[in-house]
């Protein structure tokens, strides 16, 4: 088997049909694996601990659930063989890795699932390693709102360039690469953004972000919808198979990446702007109750 082809092991029903195969290579499906066993480990013994805590863990575990199965998905489902000849299909792909999966399983909060499924010793030593100083503070630096939008943004954009997106077509690594960037910039995005309990939430720096996500990634979708050439004809070559043409193949994932995308990143915003409004009406209440 050739290095390529570890990368791109699928199994497909119908003849002569690659186009509708279940993507099974190993650097897919062991990670996934390995990640849901760890977590289902972990996640039982903090059931056992919890006590009150109960509900929360279940609607963790849910969230979990939903994340893990979105992204397994994408990445092994026929969604990801077609999205190698269609590219709307393609871009189904990486919206529900950057604006599905990865704001879900960032909800779910599964740091401490995944903890607890280590031996205790082994625990200890993860846990003094990610309080070291350097990896605190490069952290810290990543997590900061700006700098993940930022680093979140260049990863789509940059993986756009036509030289790119094709090269990552024909190659594995690279192809594997560019989803690992795509997952990996949204999970720190989604992380830096959305609220979570034990700090204090930038409600107003959150909502900017996100309604900037949405505008540059709505460009980027747009500038595909009205562009006249064929941006990555490597691509479209598969186009028939939805009974599109090459050129309405990429008008088609543009509108996917403006509208349906922007509606998630909008809808995430205007979520938090009333979580905002919430939590402010809460503390002028309580301080009007105060005696003076």
């Known amino acids: ?51 009150r805590g109960r509900p929360e863990r279940i609607r963790q575990a849910f969230l979990f659930v939903a994340g893990w199965s979105v992204l397994t998905a994408a990445l092994i489902s026929p969604i990801h063989a077609l999205g190698e000849r269609v590219f709307s299909a393609h871009m189904i792909e990486h ?65 756009h360039i036509p030289v790119l997106f094709e090269a990552a077509l024909q190659q594995g690594v690279l192809h594997y690469a560019q989803h690992a960037s795509f997952l990996g910039t949204a999970l720190l995005f989604w992380w830096a953004l959305l609220p979570r309990s034990g700090r204090q939430q930038a409600y107003g720096s959150s909502i900017m972000h996100l309604f900037f996500t949405s505008l540059h990634t709505g460009l980027l979708g747009v500038l595909l919808l009205v562009s006249p050439k064929l941006w990555y004809p490597e691509n479209a070559s598969g186009a028939a198979l939805w009974g599109l043409s090459p050129i309405e193949d990429q008008q088609l994932a543009g509108l996917v990446m403006w509208v349906p995308a922007g509606l998630i990143y909008g809808g995430a915003a205007l979520l938090l702007a009333g979580f905002w409004i919430s939590n402010s009406g809460t503390r002028e209440a309580a301080h009007a109750l105060r005696p003076g």
């Not at 050739?2 to 990670?31: M, N, Q, V």
């Not at 977590?39 to 059931?47: D, E, F, N, P, V």
């Open 1 to 51: 088997m050739s290095f390529d082809a570890f990368f791109s092991t699928s199994i497909c029903y119908g003849a002569g049909a690659p186009e509708a195969g279940w993507t099974l290579a190993l650097p897919i499906t062991l990670p996934l694996l390995t990640i849901a066993m760890i977590y289902g480990i972990g996640a039982g013994r903090l059931w056992r601990r919890s006590g």
């Open 95 to 159: 919206e529900l890795l950057m604006a599905v999966a990865a704001p879900l399983l960032v909800a779910a909060s599964p740091g401490a699932a995944l903890m607890w499924a280590l031996p205790a010793a082994l625990r200890r030593g993860t846990g003094k390693l990610t309080h070291g100083k350097a990896l605190q503070a490069l952290w810290a630096f990543a997590a900061r709102p700006l700098n993940a939008t930022i680093l979140h943004g260049i990863a789509i954009w940059i993986w």
